[in-house]
């Protein structure tokens, strides 16, 4: 059965580690990850981008998502960075057990009043919500540093936030942005804002943008042709530290997309002659389920059944 994601998080909070929640987008994916966390016996979540569910449909989804809740291991069914209202309606509906509204580019009045709203719907179906304060975005994306850090998640409107809207898990922005290409130079982490808001916030926190970029994948899939220059990820050091201080929710999609790029290139170039899907995405499914195993073990969720 799939469960709700609020008290999985409660529960890693106070027990300083994290829950993994990959982005699935299809079969191969759901599979990966449901191998490696029933093997660690890790509690996961599964989630879903609008761009998963127009790319997957939302029926096919759900419906794969229940078949993976069969394991003996707690499954959540999640959407990630909701914006669209219809859509987060109908998950809530179709049997998601937990969604994120991504208000962070809204005014903050705005962000809390439809948060609210959402938490409202969501909580009528025992459906658990992560809200999202503060914006996410790499260096280059900011003229100045000045600029960059106002975009950072404030501690005290943190703490505002959570009491306005009653949200089961906030996204708190502190220096990480999505993709390969998070930082230019040294990955850096605002780990003392982190810990000034887990001082104010007692709910979880979740990390967005937390994907290592790890330099083997990363290899792997340049010796076959991808071009992937200056990819830079998010240290194993920064992620201890992370949890140490509040985030009990680890988003990883981009580790997963090179690992699913490295194994679809080595088989594609060792075997030319190959036509039949099943031999091209299986490496792609081995090396995909290596990676969550290694996420997992770096969260330390493995045995928190
Ligand atoms: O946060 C973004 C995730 O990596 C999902 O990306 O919207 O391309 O599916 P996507
Ligand atoms: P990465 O791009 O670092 O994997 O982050 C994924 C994420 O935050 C999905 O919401
Ligand atoms: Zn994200």
Known sequence: ??????????????????????????????????????????????????????????????AMARVAAEASIPVV????H??????????????????????????????????????????????????????????????????????????????????????????????????AYKFKGMPHLDIPRLKEIATRVKTPLVLHGASGVLEDVVKLAEHYGAELMDARGVLDKDIASAIKYGIAKVNIDTDLRLAFTAGVREAVADFPSVIDPRKILAP???????????????LKSGNKR
């Open 82 to 179: 909701g914006k669209d209202l219809t859509i987060l309606k109908a998950a809530i509906g179709a049997g998601y057990t937990s969604v994120m509204f991504d208000g962070s580019k809204l005014p903050y009045a705005q962000n809390v009043t439809i948060t609210k709203q959402v938490v409202k719907w969501a909580h009528a179906k025992g459906v658990s919500v992560e809200a999202e304060l503060g914006v996410l975005a790499g260096i280059e994306d900011f003229v100045s540093a000045t600029d960059r850090e106002a975009s950072l998640t404030d501690p005290v409107q943190a703490s505002e936030f959570i009491r306005a809207t009653g949200c089961d898990a906030l996204a708190v922005a502190i220096g990480t942005a999505h993709g």
């Open 77 to 80: 069914l999640h959407v990630d």
């Open 1 to 62: 059965m799939l469960v709700p994601s609020a008290p999985l998080l409660k529960r890693a909070r106070a027990g300083k580690y994290a829950v993994p929640a990959f982005n699935v987008n299809n079969l191969e994916i759901l599979k990966a990850v449901m191998t490696a966390a029933t093997a660690l016996k890790s509690p996961v979540i599964i989630q879903t981008s609008e761009g998963a569910i127009e790319y997957a449909g939302m029926p096919y989804l759900v």
């Open 284 to 298: 792609a499914m081995t090396l995909m389920t290596e990676v969550a195993k290694r996420k997992i073990r770096l």
